[in-house]
């Protein structure tokens, strides 16, 4: 008995092309992300994954990209903020020069500090979400589950699911990475990273 996890990032975002902290910055999809998400729908149109449901952030960028493929493999989709990115307070929208300049890089960031001196969530708070989304996910019904999301906070998933606090694995534009987990034991399976086989061709 196992539980399969798709865990994909959203498409190309207009912060994306701005340059800036996205984090809890609403942006939207870029018409470039729109065409990634539905150049995904349809490579699973044509190599069906089998999903029994979906669940996204409620971002925007997250869940326009869901509701593209959602709608296009006609799967059950249940937004949740759970799922949202990290919450880096005052750093979303802003450029990376004047967020250094406003909030420099500490030397020393305690894992129940804020992200920032004016706010944010802790590392402490994001794990502690993460478990929840996995809980979320682990009871919600299903045997292969879509996930859409963002790369940090997905990195924070698959964190807790590996006990790896060092991990990092890269998650392009509808990039995904594909998890197996037992449900008679502990063991957690890292089937592929950063998986994007309908932009293969693309230069």
Not at 104 to 110: D, G, K, N, S, V
Not at 163 to 183: E, H, K, M
Request: overall charge neutral; proline content about 5%; some cysteine.
């Amino acid at each position: 008995m196992t539980l399969e996890l798709t865990l994909l990032r959203h498409g190309r975002s207009r912060a994306d092309d701005e340059g800036v902290h996205e984090g809890r910055y609403d942006s939207p999809l870029t018409e470039v992300g729109r065409a990634q998400a539905l150049a995904l729908a349809r490579h699973w149109q044509a190599h069906p994954p089998g999903f029994d449901r979906a669940y996204c952030s409620t971002l925007a960028r997250a869940h326009s990209t869901a509701k593209l493929v959602c709608d296009a493999l006609a799967l059950p989709l249940t937004p949740s903020d759970l799922l949202r990115e990290w919450d880096n307070g005052p750093l979303a929208g802003l450029t990376r020069e004047v967020a250094l300049e406003k909030y420099p890089i500490p030397a020393f960031r305690h894992e129940l500090d804020a992200y920032t001196r004016d706010g944010g969530e802790s590392q402490a708070a994001i794990r502690a979400r993460a478990l929840q989304a996995l809980e979320l996910l682990w009871r919600g019904g299903g045997e292969r589950l879509l996930v859409v999301s963002h790369g940090g906070f997905l990195n924070s998933m698959l964190r807790e699911l590996t006990a790896s606090g060092r991990l990092w694995v890269p998650f392009g534009d509808t990039s995904f990475a594909t998890v197996r987990l037992s449900r008679v034991n502990q063991t957690v399976m890292v089937t592929g990273v950063n998986l994007r086989p309908h932009l293969e061709q693309t230069p």
